[in-house]
Protein backbone atom coordinates (compact mmCIF):
# COMPACT_ATOMS: atom_id res chain seq x y z
CA UNK A 1 0.00 0.00 0.00
CA UNK A 2 1.59 3.49 -0.87
CA UNK A 3 2.10 6.24 1.10
CA UNK A 4 0.11 9.04 0.80
CA UNK A 5 2.83 12.09 0.62
CA UNK A 6 0.72 15.61 1.47
CA UNK A 7 3.59 17.78 0.34
CA UNK A 8 3.22 16.04 -3.08
CA UNK A 9 0.29 17.70 -3.61
CA UNK A 10 0.77 20.25 -5.88
CA UNK A 11 -1.18 23.21 -3.52
CA UNK A 12 0.36 21.78 -0.77
CA UNK A 13 1.50 25.49 0.51
CA UNK A 14 -2.30 25.87 0.72
CA UNK A 15 -1.62 24.16 4.08
CA UNK A 16 -0.61 26.67 6.22
CA UNK A 17 -4.11 28.67 5.69
CA UNK A 18 -4.75 26.17 9.12
CA UNK A 19 -2.25 27.19 11.56
CA UNK A 20 -3.05 30.66 10.43
CA UNK A 21 -6.76 30.23 10.40
CA UNK A 22 -6.11 28.82 14.52
CA UNK A 23 -4.09 32.05 15.44
CA UNK A 24 -6.84 34.12 14.22
CA UNK A 25 -9.71 32.60 16.15
CA UNK A 26 -7.93 32.29 19.17
CA UNK A 27 -6.43 35.92 18.69
CA UNK A 28 -10.22 36.22 18.99
CA UNK A 29 -11.02 34.53 21.99
CA UNK A 30 -7.69 35.28 24.36
CA UNK A 31 -9.12 38.83 25.48
CA UNK A 32 -11.36 36.62 27.51
CA UNK A 33 -8.91 34.75 29.26
CA UNK A 34 -9.63 33.94 32.68
CA UNK A 35 -6.58 34.75 35.65
CA UNK A 36 -6.53 32.99 38.91
CA UNK A 37 -5.12 34.82 41.88
CA UNK A 38 -2.06 34.38 41.42
CA UNK A 39 -2.61 36.86 38.94
CA UNK A 40 -4.98 39.05 39.50
CA UNK A 41 -5.27 39.25 43.40
CA UNK A 42 -6.56 37.49 45.76
CA UNK A 43 -7.21 34.59 48.27
CA UNK A 44 -6.59 31.04 48.29
CA UNK A 45 -8.14 29.51 51.48
CA UNK A 46 -7.16 25.50 51.87
CA UNK A 47 -9.36 23.87 54.48
CA UNK A 48 -9.81 20.07 56.04
CA UNK A 49 -13.80 20.10 56.06
CA UNK A 50 -15.19 17.47 58.94
CA UNK A 51 -17.64 16.33 56.54
CA UNK A 52 -18.65 16.30 52.88
CA UNK A 53 -19.45 19.44 51.55
CA UNK A 54 -21.84 20.29 48.31
CA UNK A 55 -19.30 22.30 46.40
CA UNK A 56 -22.08 24.47 44.66
CA UNK A 57 -23.91 25.08 47.46
CA UNK A 58 -20.80 26.21 48.94
CA UNK A 59 -19.48 28.39 46.43
CA UNK A 60 -23.16 30.26 45.73
CA UNK A 61 -23.28 30.90 49.82
CA UNK A 62 -19.57 32.40 49.60
CA UNK A 63 -20.85 34.46 46.86
CA UNK A 64 -23.86 35.71 48.68
CA UNK A 65 -21.77 36.54 51.67
CA UNK A 66 -18.86 37.93 50.44
CA UNK A 67 -19.63 40.61 48.24
CA UNK A 68 -17.31 40.44 45.18
CA UNK A 69 -15.86 37.30 46.16
CA UNK A 70 -16.50 34.97 42.82
CA UNK A 71 -15.28 32.00 44.42
CA UNK A 72 -13.61 29.28 43.12
CA UNK A 73 -13.91 25.70 44.78
CA UNK A 74 -11.94 22.50 43.76
CA UNK A 75 -11.06 19.37 45.35
CA UNK A 76 -6.98 19.22 46.60
CA UNK A 77 -5.00 16.97 48.59
CA UNK A 78 -6.56 16.61 51.90
CA UNK A 79 -9.11 19.16 51.66
CA UNK A 80 -10.96 21.83 49.63
CA UNK A 81 -9.00 24.87 47.81
CA UNK A 82 -11.20 27.74 47.81
CA UNK A 83 -9.91 31.13 45.58
CA UNK A 84 -11.78 34.39 45.96
CA UNK A 85 -11.01 37.54 43.89
CA UNK A 86 -9.31 40.35 46.42
CA UNK A 87 -11.70 42.55 48.32
CA UNK A 88 -11.62 45.65 46.21
CA UNK A 89 -11.38 48.31 49.34
CA UNK A 90 -8.53 46.61 50.71
CA UNK A 91 -6.94 46.46 47.10
CA UNK A 92 -7.49 50.23 46.86
CA UNK A 93 -5.87 50.88 50.14
CA UNK A 94 -2.70 49.28 49.23
CA UNK A 95 -2.75 51.01 45.83
CA UNK A 96 -3.10 54.30 47.95
CA UNK A 97 -0.57 53.20 50.23
CA UNK A 98 2.20 52.73 47.69
CA UNK A 99 1.22 55.79 46.35
CA UNK A 100 1.88 57.28 49.66
CA UNK A 101 5.14 55.83 50.06
CA UNK A 102 5.68 57.85 46.62
CA UNK A 103 4.93 61.15 47.86
CA UNK A 104 7.41 60.11 51.11
CA UNK A 105 10.04 59.08 48.58
CA UNK A 106 9.64 62.99 47.24
CA UNK A 107 9.67 64.42 50.54
CA UNK A 108 12.88 62.97 51.55
CA UNK A 109 14.65 63.68 48.58
CA UNK A 110 13.58 67.40 48.70
CA UNK A 111 14.40 67.40 52.13
CA UNK A 112 17.81 66.04 51.41
CA UNK A 113 18.51 68.44 48.89
CA UNK A 114 17.26 71.67 50.83
CA UNK A 115 19.70 70.95 53.84
CA UNK A 116 22.49 70.61 51.16
CA UNK A 117 21.61 74.20 49.98
CA UNK A 118 20.83 75.53 53.14
CA UNK A 119 24.38 74.40 54.18
CA UNK A 120 26.02 75.88 50.62
CA UNK A 121 24.08 79.47 51.49
CA UNK A 122 25.44 79.57 55.11
CA UNK A 123 28.62 79.41 53.79
CA UNK A 124 27.97 82.09 50.48
CA UNK A 125 25.01 83.75 51.27
CA UNK A 126 24.98 85.63 47.98
CA UNK A 127 24.91 82.54 45.79
CA UNK A 128 21.57 83.29 43.83
CA UNK A 129 21.16 79.56 42.22
CA UNK A 130 21.88 78.33 45.59
CA UNK A 131 18.75 80.58 46.83
CA UNK A 132 16.36 79.23 43.88
CA UNK A 133 17.15 75.63 44.03
CA UNK A 134 16.83 76.25 47.93
CA UNK A 135 13.07 77.46 47.42
CA UNK A 136 12.41 75.02 45.20
CA UNK A 137 13.27 72.29 47.34
CA UNK A 138 11.38 73.38 49.92
CA UNK A 139 8.05 73.71 47.59
CA UNK A 140 8.82 69.87 46.85
CA UNK A 141 8.77 69.31 51.04
CA UNK A 142 5.67 71.39 51.64
CA UNK A 143 3.88 69.76 48.27
CA UNK A 144 4.57 65.97 48.99
CA UNK A 145 3.68 66.67 52.96
CA UNK A 146 0.00 68.23 51.41
CA UNK A 147 -0.23 65.52 49.27
CA UNK A 148 0.37 62.79 51.78
CA UNK A 149 -2.00 64.74 54.00
CA UNK A 150 -4.91 65.24 51.23
CA UNK A 151 -4.44 60.57 50.68
CA UNK A 152 -4.62 59.84 54.24
CA UNK A 153 -8.58 60.34 55.00
CA UNK A 154 -9.21 58.75 51.24
CA UNK A 155 -7.24 55.78 52.76
CA UNK A 156 -8.87 56.08 55.83
CA UNK A 157 -12.39 55.58 54.14
CA UNK A 158 -11.29 52.56 51.91
CA UNK A 159 -10.47 50.91 55.18
CA UNK A 160 -12.90 51.80 57.61
CA UNK A 161 -15.14 48.55 56.78
CA UNK A 162 -12.23 46.51 58.69
CA UNK A 163 -11.39 49.22 61.25
CA UNK A 164 -11.98 51.53 63.96
CA UNK A 165 -11.21 55.27 63.19
CA UNK A 166 -9.99 54.93 66.74
CA UNK A 167 -6.93 53.36 65.40
CA UNK A 168 -6.14 55.20 62.49
CA UNK A 169 -4.79 58.27 64.00
CA UNK A 170 -1.56 60.09 62.33
CA UNK A 171 0.61 63.54 62.38
CA UNK A 172 -0.31 65.20 59.20
CA UNK A 173 3.22 67.52 59.50
CA UNK A 174 5.15 63.98 59.63
CA UNK A 175 5.14 61.99 57.07
CA UNK A 176 7.03 58.66 58.60
CA UNK A 177 3.89 59.24 60.98
CA UNK A 178 1.05 58.69 58.33
CA UNK A 179 2.90 56.41 56.33
CA UNK A 180 3.14 54.03 59.93
CA UNK A 181 -0.27 54.65 60.13
CA UNK A 182 -1.36 53.97 56.46
CA UNK A 183 0.44 50.43 57.03
CA UNK A 184 -1.13 49.68 60.38
CA UNK A 185 -4.08 50.16 59.06
CA UNK A 186 -4.09 48.42 55.92
CA UNK A 187 -2.24 45.25 58.06
CA UNK A 188 -5.21 45.44 60.13
CA UNK A 189 -7.49 45.21 57.55
CA UNK A 190 -6.07 42.35 55.79
CA UNK A 191 -5.97 40.57 59.16
CA UNK A 192 -9.88 41.75 59.59
CA UNK A 193 -10.50 40.12 56.36
CA UNK A 194 -9.55 37.39 56.45
CA UNK A 195 -11.44 36.83 59.72
CA UNK A 196 -14.39 37.79 58.18
CA UNK A 197 -14.07 35.57 55.07
CA UNK A 198 -12.93 32.33 57.39
CA UNK A 199 -15.88 32.94 60.06
CA UNK A 200 -18.42 32.92 56.78
CA UNK A 201 -16.82 29.97 55.35
CA UNK A 202 -17.11 27.72 59.34
CA UNK A 203 -20.54 28.57 59.21
CA UNK A 204 -21.30 27.07 56.37
CA UNK A 205 -18.62 24.02 56.16
CA UNK A 206 -17.05 23.22 59.84
CA UNK A 207 -12.92 22.06 59.06
CA UNK A 208 -10.58 21.37 61.21
CA UNK A 209 -7.49 22.91 59.58
CA UNK A 210 -7.22 25.51 57.31
CA UNK A 211 -3.48 27.70 55.28
CA UNK A 212 -5.18 31.22 53.73
CA UNK A 213 -2.50 32.69 51.21
CA UNK A 214 -3.27 35.67 49.79
CA UNK A 215 -1.55 37.98 46.49
CA UNK A 216 -2.10 42.31 46.06
CA UNK A 217 -3.27 43.17 42.79
CA UNK A 218 -0.13 45.01 42.13
CA UNK A 219 1.80 41.72 43.42
CA UNK A 220 -0.18 39.82 40.52
CA UNK A 221 0.21 42.00 38.50
CA UNK A 222 4.19 42.19 39.11
CA UNK A 223 4.03 38.44 38.88
CA UNK A 224 2.50 38.66 35.51
CA UNK A 225 5.31 41.31 33.94
CA UNK A 226 7.35 39.47 34.85
CA UNK A 227 5.68 36.31 33.29
CA UNK A 228 5.72 37.82 30.00
CA UNK A 229 9.13 38.40 30.10
CA UNK A 230 10.38 35.42 30.72
CA UNK A 231 8.33 33.70 27.94
CA UNK A 232 9.85 36.72 25.66
CA UNK A 233 13.42 36.24 26.48
CA UNK A 234 12.80 32.57 25.76
CA UNK A 235 11.72 33.33 21.94
CA UNK A 236 14.73 35.47 21.35
CA UNK A 237 17.10 32.46 22.94
CA UNK A 238 15.38 30.15 20.72
CA UNK A 239 15.59 32.18 17.36
CA UNK A 240 19.60 33.21 18.23
CA UNK A 241 20.01 29.47 18.70
CA UNK A 242 18.52 28.50 15.09
CA UNK A 243 20.09 31.38 13.83
CA UNK A 244 23.19 29.62 14.96
CA UNK A 245 22.28 26.13 13.97
CA UNK A 246 20.87 27.25 10.22
CA UNK A 247 22.44 30.25 9.70
CA UNK A 248 19.45 31.35 7.71
CA UNK A 249 16.81 33.55 8.26
CA UNK A 250 13.73 32.03 7.08
CA UNK A 251 14.17 28.40 8.89
CA UNK A 252 14.39 30.49 12.54
CA UNK A 253 11.37 32.46 11.42
CA UNK A 254 9.26 29.05 11.04
CA UNK A 255 10.45 27.68 14.15
CA UNK A 256 9.74 31.00 16.25
CA UNK A 257 6.24 30.97 14.51
CA UNK A 258 5.74 27.27 14.98
CA UNK A 259 6.43 27.55 18.91
CA UNK A 260 4.66 31.28 18.66
CA UNK A 261 1.59 29.67 17.71
CA UNK A 262 1.16 26.94 19.63
CA UNK A 263 1.25 29.25 22.64
CA UNK A 264 -1.24 31.38 20.69
CA UNK A 265 -3.74 28.56 20.03
CA UNK A 266 -3.00 27.34 23.71
CA UNK A 267 -3.97 30.96 25.32
CA UNK A 268 -7.08 31.15 23.19
CA UNK A 269 -8.40 27.24 23.76
CA UNK A 270 -7.70 28.75 28.09
CA UNK A 271 -10.47 31.10 27.32
CA UNK A 272 -12.97 29.20 25.22
CA UNK A 273 -12.84 26.07 28.19
CA UNK A 274 -12.69 28.29 30.87
CA UNK A 275 -8.95 27.34 32.14
CA UNK A 276 -7.50 30.14 34.33
CA UNK A 277 -3.77 31.69 33.52
CA UNK A 278 -1.66 31.29 36.36
CA UNK A 279 1.71 30.19 37.99
CA UNK A 280 0.55 26.83 37.20
CA UNK A 281 -0.77 27.30 33.12
CA UNK A 282 2.17 29.80 32.57
CA UNK A 283 4.33 27.08 33.41
CA UNK A 284 2.55 24.70 31.45
CA UNK A 285 3.30 27.63 28.50
CA UNK A 286 7.48 27.13 29.60
CA UNK A 287 6.80 23.40 28.95
CA UNK A 288 5.05 23.76 25.54
CA UNK A 289 7.81 25.30 24.23
CA UNK A 290 9.80 22.86 24.71
CA UNK A 291 7.94 20.66 22.86
CA UNK A 292 7.34 22.73 20.02
CA UNK A 293 10.62 23.46 19.33
CA UNK A 294 11.54 19.80 19.60
CA UNK A 295 9.17 18.97 16.56
CA UNK A 296 10.15 22.06 14.97
CA UNK A 297 13.81 21.59 15.04
CA UNK A 298 13.33 17.78 14.02
CA UNK A 299 11.39 18.94 10.75
CA UNK A 300 13.74 21.54 9.98
CA UNK A 301 17.03 19.74 10.62
CA UNK A 302 15.77 16.47 8.46
CA UNK A 303 14.80 18.69 5.88
CA UNK A 304 17.78 20.97 5.49
CA UNK A 305 20.58 19.18 6.20
CA UNK A 306 19.98 15.32 5.39
CA UNK A 307 20.60 13.91 2.25
CA UNK A 308 18.90 10.73 1.73
CA UNK A 309 16.41 10.92 -0.49
CA UNK A 310 14.62 14.15 -1.91
CA UNK A 311 13.31 17.16 0.86
CA UNK A 312 9.36 15.83 0.06
CA UNK A 313 9.86 12.44 1.16
CA UNK A 314 12.55 13.56 4.16
CA UNK A 315 9.52 15.81 5.06
CA UNK A 316 6.90 13.22 5.13
CA UNK A 317 8.80 10.84 6.90
CA UNK A 318 9.96 13.06 9.43
CA UNK A 319 6.07 13.82 9.62
CA UNK A 320 5.38 10.10 10.40
CA UNK A 321 8.18 10.38 13.19
CA UNK A 322 6.74 13.23 14.79
CA UNK A 323 3.28 12.33 14.89
CA UNK A 324 4.46 9.49 16.61
CA UNK A 325 5.76 11.63 19.00
CA UNK A 326 3.48 14.19 19.90
CA UNK A 327 0.64 11.80 20.23
CA UNK A 328 2.32 9.59 22.71
CA UNK A 329 2.65 13.21 24.87
CA UNK A 330 -1.05 14.01 23.87
CA UNK A 331 -1.82 10.36 25.14
CA UNK A 332 0.14 10.97 28.81
CA UNK A 333 -1.34 14.91 29.19
CA UNK A 334 -5.24 13.53 28.11
CA UNK A 335 -4.58 11.12 31.01
CA UNK A 336 -3.59 13.79 33.43
CA UNK A 337 -6.13 16.30 32.66
CA UNK A 338 -8.56 13.74 33.08
CA UNK A 339 -7.53 12.04 36.03
CA UNK A 340 -6.52 16.11 37.84
CA UNK A 341 -10.64 17.05 36.43
CA UNK A 342 -12.33 14.16 38.45
CA UNK A 343 -10.13 14.49 41.24
CA UNK A 344 -10.50 18.46 41.27
CA UNK A 345 -6.44 19.49 41.26
CA UNK A 346 -6.53 22.38 39.93
CA UNK A 347 -2.42 22.90 39.63
CA UNK A 348 -2.17 19.19 37.15
CA UNK A 349 -5.57 20.38 35.57
CA UNK A 350 -4.33 23.54 34.38
CA UNK A 351 -1.42 22.42 33.40
CA UNK A 352 -2.66 19.12 31.51
CA UNK A 353 -5.26 21.53 29.87
CA UNK A 354 -2.71 23.89 28.75
CA UNK A 355 -0.06 21.23 27.08
CA UNK A 356 -2.72 18.96 26.10
CA UNK A 357 -4.47 22.04 23.83
CA UNK A 358 -0.75 23.43 22.64
CA UNK A 359 0.09 19.89 21.35
CA UNK A 360 -3.05 19.61 19.57
CA UNK A 361 -1.90 22.92 18.00
CA UNK A 362 1.29 21.41 17.26
CA UNK A 363 0.10 18.62 14.72
CA UNK A 364 -1.32 21.45 12.55
CA UNK A 365 1.33 24.51 13.25
CA UNK A 366 4.62 22.06 12.49
CA UNK A 367 3.09 19.51 9.94
CA UNK A 368 0.67 22.43 7.69
CA UNK A 369 2.93 25.70 9.00
CA UNK A 370 6.62 24.97 9.77
CA UNK A 371 7.31 22.10 7.46
CA UNK A 372 5.78 23.87 4.65
CA UNK A 373 7.62 26.72 5.15
CA UNK A 374 10.94 24.96 5.48
CA UNK A 375 10.49 22.53 2.29
CA UNK A 376 9.66 25.77 0.13
CA UNK A 377 12.29 27.45 1.31
CA UNK A 378 14.48 24.22 0.64
CA UNK A 379 13.01 24.03 -2.46
CA UNK A 380 13.54 26.75 -4.13
CA UNK A 381 17.06 27.19 -3.02
CA UNK A 382 17.95 23.50 -4.20
Given at each position: ?57 L ?22 S ?22 Q ?48 P ?7 P ?13 P ?63 A ?7 R ?5 L ?13 L ?6 N ?20 T ?7 I ?5 G ?9 M ?21 Y??F ?11 L ?14 T?M ?9
Open positions: MRNWNIYEYKHYKMFVIIPIALLLISLYFIPSIHYDTSLRGGATITIVPNGTVNIRATSYIDSNIPGAEASISKSPGGLIEIVANSSISAGEQDLITLLGYSNYSTASVAAAAFSNELSSNPSNSTAKAALAAANANVSRSIASMSALMKISSELAFISKGNFTYNTSSSSMVAAASSALSAAQSSYQGIVLGKIRSFVPFSSYSYDSVTPTLGKFFLSDMVSIIITAFILVIAVLIVFSFVPAAVVFGAANDIIVAGAMAIFIPLGVASVGGLLMLIGYAIDDMLSSVRLKRGETPITRAFGTKTGLTMTSSAIIVFGLLFIISLSIPTYYEIAGVVAGLVADIFTTWFGNVVLTYKLRKG
